[in-house]
């Protein structure tokens, strides 16, 4: 740095110097020739290339393929690598849109870098399968759907796990009519980690392919799972169903109000969970299942809410203890009160028994003993009235 005397304006000259001197220094390699993407069979492609020409002899090469599941130019990252000395590449696909990207690297090369990548690209056109997904809901039960740019009376599905195998047909479609927009599969643990799915049939006269890879157990959904609410008057418990699905899978999450205070959470591997419980509050409970982050993705739907308790005063025990003798010793005072005052009406002056009781003697021996013969009514004893005249009743009152 001794030649660069000047600060601002040197410094910019040497390193503009430095850099045009790395890169008149370095021999970039010359990119792959001839490159062509075609099919292979039914689900591969063929990538093949050819060595650059003007490559040194002594050179020796190998060339970097990258794979991105979407259109060329990629923007993302690649799905697979890999490190070639051969002319070909061939791969087994399962989107709908695939990018390569290609380089010559140098292996034994002296003083050479890697070339400039080239880009090919195949689309699997048309495109009249889209929106390809599944919902792995159950053990042993998946539902995949898609959508339709147009019709296809001959659509077909194929499926088999990412590791190959033969591949299964759609057993059950759903749809309505002719028009297919879904398979439900069943009867096997979709535990892979990928399933490709091919789905072909006839548009417009043209015969047509599209791919489809899936990950099942990153797409797991599962109905809300079912909560009930109890106490031993220490604690309450809030207990989940099970999902019928792989049980180490899961951590509950029970979403809680008590009283009015705002939701709060409590979670954890078990389906039980407890907290200490106070009596005088209301609690209401929902529970969602997560699909642990182990497994794969995903969760439950949130359960129906379940209530338990009601709110109270939290002294109403004390409350309770302290106003029920003063009300009920009020209601006594009142009671004596009331009662003292209306004796003679609650209790009215029976009139002596002995003298009803012969009375209904004598009434009885009437009507029944003696039935048959002829009634001779009692004669009633009156007592005899006799007028007076107004001069003894004037003595009387005297
Ligand atoms: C899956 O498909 C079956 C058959 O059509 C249907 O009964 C079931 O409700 C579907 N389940 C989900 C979660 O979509
Ligand atoms: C769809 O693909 C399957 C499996 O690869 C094949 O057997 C079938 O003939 C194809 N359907 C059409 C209409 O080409
Ligand atoms: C909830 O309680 C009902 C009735 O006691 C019982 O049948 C059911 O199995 C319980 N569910 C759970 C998830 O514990």
Same mark, same amino acid.
């Given at each position: 740095?001794?030649s ?5 304006i ?13 890169v008149a220094l370095?021999?970039e390699?010359p990119?792959?020739?001839?490159l062509?993407?075609s099919?292979n ?5 063929i990538?093949q290339?050819s060595r650059?020409?003007g490559?040194d002899?002594?050179?020796q ?12 130019p990629?923007s ?11 002319l ?7 989107t709908?849109?695939i ?6 690297i140098?292996?034994m090369c ?9 880009f090919e ?5 048309p495109?009249?399968v889209k ?15 898609w959508s339709?740019t147009?019709e296809s009376p001959d ?12 591949q ?5 479609y759903i ?14 643990e979709f535990?892979?980690?990928?399933y490709?799915f ?14 489809f890879?899936?990950?099942p157990?990153?797409?797991v ?20 169903s ?8 899961? @951590?509950?999450?029970? !979403?809680?109000?008590? *009283?009015?205070?705002g &939701?709060?959470? +409590? /979670?954890?591997?078990d389906?039980?969970?407890s907290?200490e419980y106070?009596?005088s509050c209301?609690y209401?409970g929902? @529970?969602k299942a997560? !699909?642990?982050?182990? *497994?794969?993705k995903g &969760?439950?739907d +949130? /359960? ?9 005063d939290?002294n109403w ?6 106003i029920t003798?003063v009300?009920v010793?009020c *209601?006594?005072?009142?009671?004596l009160?009331l ?9 009215p002056?029976i009139p002596?028994p002995?003298?009803l009781?012969?009375d209904v ?13 002829l ?8 007592e005899?009235?006799?007028l007076?005249?107004?001069s ?7």
């Amino acid at each position: 740095m001794m030649s660069c005397g000047h600060w601002d304006i040197s410094l910019i000259t040497c390193f503009f110097f430095m850099v045009s001197g790395v890169v008149a220094l370095s021999d970039e390699l010359p990119q792959p020739e001839n490159l062509h993407l075609s099919w292979n069979s039914d689900r591969s492609v063929i990538l093949q290339w050819s060595r650059p020409a003007g490559l040194d002899a002594n050179c020796q090469v190998n060339y970097q393929i990258e794979l991105y599941l979407e259109k060329c130019p990629p923007s993302g990252e690649p799905e697979r690598k890999w490190r070639t000395i051969g002319l070909n590449h061939t791969w087994d696909i399962y989107t709908n849109e695939i990018c390569f990207k290609i380089l010559t690297i140098p292996s034994m090369c002296p003083n050479k870098t890697p070339s400039k990548p080239l880009f090919e690209g195949l689309s699997q056109h048309p495109d009249v399968v889209k929106n390809f997904t599944c919902v792995y809901y159950s053990r042993m039960k998946m539902n995949c759907t898609w959508s339709l740019t147009s019709e296809s009376p001959d659509l077909q599905l194929f499926y088999n796990s990412g590791s190959g195998g033969s591949q299964n047909p759609c057993v059950s479609y759903i749809g309505s009519g002719l028009i297919r927009t879904g398979c439900h599969l069943h009867g096997e643990e979709f535990l892979n980690d990928s399933y490709h799915f091919l789905v072909n049939g006839t548009h417009n006269d043209a015969f047509f392919q599209n791919l489809f890879k899936i990950e099942p157990k990153q797409l797991v959904k599962i109905p809300p799972l079912k909560l009930n609410i109890t106490t031993d008057q220490k604690r309450i418990y809030f207990q989940s169903s099970s999902p019928d699905f792989q049980p180490v899978c899961w @951590v509950y999450h029970f !979403y809680y109000t008590k *009283c009015d205070e705002g &939701e709060k959470s +409590i /979670s954890g591997m078990d389906s039980r969970q407890s907290l200490e419980y106070d009596e005088s509050c209301s609690y209401r409970g929902r @529970v969602k299942a997560i !699909y642990s982050s182990y *497994c794969g993705k995903g &969760e439950s739907d +949130i /359960s129906e809410p379940v209530y338990y308790g009601v709110n109270r005063d939290p002294n109403w025990t004390l409350k309770v203890a302290l106003i029920t003798p003063v009300i009920v010793s009020c *209601c006594l005072i009142v009671a004596l009160v009331l009662f003292r005052r209306h004796k003679d009406s609650i209790f009215p002056e029976i009139p002596a028994p002995p003298l009803l009781l012969k009375d209904v003697l004598n009434s009885n021996k009437d009507k029944v003993l003696e039935m048959g013969k002829l009634y001779v009514p009692y004669e009633d004893v009156v007592e005899k009235i006799s007028l007076e005249p107004e001069s003894t009743f004037h003595r009387c009152e005297s």
